[in-house]
């Protein structure tokens, strides 16, 4: 006749030294993955507005009309991007300061995040914290792109020579990333601290 086994259970003790351990490591792994969350926030809205002003390029040779590009950046977290004809101007405001205002807007901002009349929140995630034009720190700045061969344009129809760069960084300011645009209207994406892979140093 066969000996019966005894099944043996966990003790207390033994499941709450087992808890324990699993808390522990979740501790430790928060910071971590808030860090890889804030840093592919980042990099999605740098994309997008880096895509947003490579598409308005295109738009404008496709097109055959200028397309203007305006960058806003007020005191705080507020700032907004837009793009536009030139027979839209009057009905497309990027003033960061006024997200209700009455004529809405025709592109990104802070806190609304408007595209296309919704709001997305996801532009709530990180901040642009300077616009460079010609390596100079600015509040704001526009340029136009060319109908012809789309190269970036100044209010006098002369080629605008300058870099203008939008700066972003994340909400826990570990991550930073630049947009620039130069003067044939090529627009890259540049770490300016090397602070996010898969990015090169910005010049």
Known sequence: MATPHTVRGFTLIELMITIVIVAIGIALMLPSWDAIVQRRELTQ???EISTLL???QG???KRGEVIEVDVNRAGGNN???RVFTEDDDGNCLCNPDAPNAPNGYCGWTSGVGEQGGEEVDAYRKFTITQLLEGGTSVGQFDFRFDPIRGLKMADDDTTDFSVHAVQLQSANTDFTLRVEV???GRVRICSP???VMGF???L
Request: glycine fraction near 10%; include cysteine; proline fraction near 0%.
């Open 193 to 195: 601290d090397d602070s």
């Open 54 to 56: 490579s598409i308005a």
């Open 59 to 61: 738009e404008a040779v």
């Open 45 to 47: 809205g740098t994309e």
């Open 182 to 184: 130069n003067a044939t």
């Open 200 to 202: 090169g140093s910005c």
């Open 79 to 81: 700032w907004c991007v």
